[in-house]
């Protein structure tokens, strides 16, 4: 009986594109987390409506 | 999955998926607007427009480009963890759209504020944000059309002991 061939191993586009993925996610968190990103949004914005609207008033 | 259902869930998911991206083009020229305009007026109605496209069209399109996915890879030979491509689709999905749904409060703040003419500069960091994101989701929602068109080679190690087993099986029943 003959041996059934061998696992032929991750082809190299899953490894170009896992490892551009990884450093786009890297930036995104980073960028969020440096720049004010989506945890600060609410805080920030809140901050920005409610000194707008008190102007307004 | 029957032949005719098959075709049902890939038109699905076809027209959802190519729709998502039409509309994260459109919520990026919105982003533009709303970034670069001169007019007051314009801009303001950018940024509700950004959310009504969000709720609207963008979220629905994603979750039934998500569902339509899952079922189409489930339903057919191509399977869910077989197939390097189809992971990189779902993995590049599943990303899209938490990002998307992590984006809808600070949308819903930028239109409020919109709608109320209290756009400050403050919030300039989010519009400046959601411009970058919008582009990236494209790009994202880009790479994932690419995939599907190309599919290129590439089995997982799980997908090769199911190919592994198919075969002794018809070694089996063949001889």
């Known amino acids: 009986m003959a041996d059934s061939p061998a696992y032929p191993g991750t082809p190299r586009w899953v490894k170009v594109l896992g490892l551009i993925s990884l450093a786009l996610v890297v930036v995104f968190v980073a960028v969020h987390l440096a720049g004010g990103g989506f945890r600060h949004h609410g805080h920030r914005g809140a901050q920005a409506l409610g000194g707008a609207e008190k102007a307004g008033n | 999955m029957r032949a005719g259902l098959r075709r049902l869930a890939l038109t699905a998911h076809v027209t959802s998926s190519v729709g998502w991206m039409g509309a994260v083009a459109c919520f990026l020229a919105l982003a533009v607007v709303g970034l670069t305009g001169r007019e007051d007026q314009a801009v303001r109605a950018a940024y509700v427009a ?126």
């Open chain 2, 50 to 175: 950004m959310k009504t496209t969000t709720w609207a069209v963008i979220v629905p399109l994603c979750l039934a480009s998500l569902v339509t996915g899952l079922v189409e890879s489930l339903g057919t030979p191509w399977g869910l963890f077989r197939h390097y491509w189809v992971v990189a689709k779902l993995v590049l999905t599943a990303l899209a759209t938490a990002v998307l749904l992590a984006h809808t409060q600070p949308i819903g703040l930028l239109a409020h504020a919109a709608a109320r003419a209290t756009l400050t500069g403050d919030l300039h960091g989010i519009r400046v944000q959601l411009l970058v994101d919008a582009a990236a989701a494209l790009f994202v929602l880009l790479v994932a059309t690419v995939l599907a068109v190309y599919k290129p080679r590439g089995t997982t190690p799980y997908g090769w002991r199911m190919d592994e087993r198919a075969g002794e099986r018809r070694r089996i029943g063949g001889g």
